[in-house]
Nanobody, 120 residues
Framework: QVQLQESGPGLVKPSQTLSLTCTVS??????????WSWIRQPPGKGLEWMGA???????YYSPSLKSRTSISRDTSKNQFTLQLSSVTPEDTAVYYC????????????WGQGTQVTVSS
């Protein structure tokens, strides 16, 4: 059973960098052919895909967030990390990490989500 767990600060000040880590257990982040994504949901809005890191280490970003987003991984810890720079209150959301297979079937495992509030 694969489990994902987000961790990071719940409160970030405007203009700072938001940093979240997703720790994966029950499966390796280097296993073919899985992609490990960051998805967020602002209050009252739908889910927004932010980006992903592939089993190979390749990264993919939402065009609207690409200039502020970086996703990396630590294979020794089986973790992947999101960094979002220059945050504003509009970045306030519940942030999720999730797994999807390149072979199809949608997102099969999700973290429970973590609330991040951007406020001074």
């Amino acid at each position: 059973q694969v489990q994902l767990q987000e961790s990071g600060p719940g409160l970030v000040k405007p203009s700072q960098t938001l940093s979240l880590t997703c720790t994966v257990s029950g499966g390796s982040i280097t296993t073919n052919y899985y992609y490990w994504s960051w998805i967020r949901q602002p209050p009252g809005k739908g889910l927004e895909w932010m980006g992903a890191i592939a089993y190979s280490g390749s990264t993919y970003y939402s065009p609207s967030l690409k200039s502020r987003t970086s996703i990396s991984r630590d294979t020794s810890k089986n973790q992947f990390t999101l960094q979002l720079s220059s945050v504003t209150p509009e970045d306030t959301a519940v942030y999720y990490c999730a797994r999807v297979s390149v072979t199809g079937g949608g997102y099969d495992y999700w973290g429970q989500g973590t609330q991040v509030t951007v406020s001074s």
